[in-house]
């Protein structure tokens, strides 16, 4: 297909859950040093999920909003690319759990597959996306990619390092935020 210019991102939302420890308080209750999280890292608070939430509710909530805020047909969906390090179960992807969005509007051929890899797996879901786009394979439909994680860590050092979110990226063509792929590298 012609006029695949500047593939990239073109919408973008994020969803946290609204269970939250402020990270001054876990500097405090840590015993570290004031501004160890908030200042050494950069962080406000952690969003955490109750036992009522995981990564494919957050998922479902992230990918929802995103279609309805920028008022996307699922039909208009063609890849659906999922970022994790959390693994809900083991012989069945997220994006099979997700595929119920597309389904119920009668989409039931969207490419796509999980990326399993702690820090890397949205990075590499997202070249995936991008990748597809690029690619002969490309059908001119949208790609979707979603990053979510829920990382909860015991007492230590990795502690304020997890926290929980998800975050969907509509991706196409004309994006204002695009990529180079021949400058990429993993």
């Known amino acids: 297909m012609e006029g695949r210019k500047d593939v ?4 973008m939302d994020i969803y946290f859950p609204p269970t939250s420890v402020q990270q001054e308080e876990l500097e405090a209750y840590d015993g570290a040093s004031k501004g160890k999280y908030t200042i050494g890292l950069g962080q406000d608070c952690m969003a955490f999920c109750t036992e009522l939430e995981d990564v494919i509710s957050m998922s479902l909530t992230v990918i929802t909003s ?13 890849r659906l690319e999922v970022g994790s390090e959390t693994v809900i179960d083991k012989s069945k992807s997220i994006k099979t759990w997700l595929m119920q969005i597309f389904e119920e509007c009668g989409n039931t051929d969207v490419e796509g597959v999980d990326s399993t890899n702690a820090c890397y797996g949205g990075t590499a879901a997202l070249f995936n996306c991008v990748n597809w786009v690029e690619s002969s394979s490309w059908d001119g439909r949208y790609g979707v ?3 979510t994680d829920s990382a909860v860590y015991a007492e230590g050092p990795a502690r304020p390092t997890g926290g929980a979110g998800a975050i969907a990226m509509l991706i196409g063509p004309n994006a204002p935020i695009s990529f180079e792929s021949k400058y990429r590298g993993t």
């Open 8 to 11: 990239g991102i073109l919408a």
């Open 66 to 78: 995103l279609l309805e805020k920028y008022q996307i047909d699922p039909k208009q969906i063609g």
């Open 145 to 147: 990619v979603v990053c």
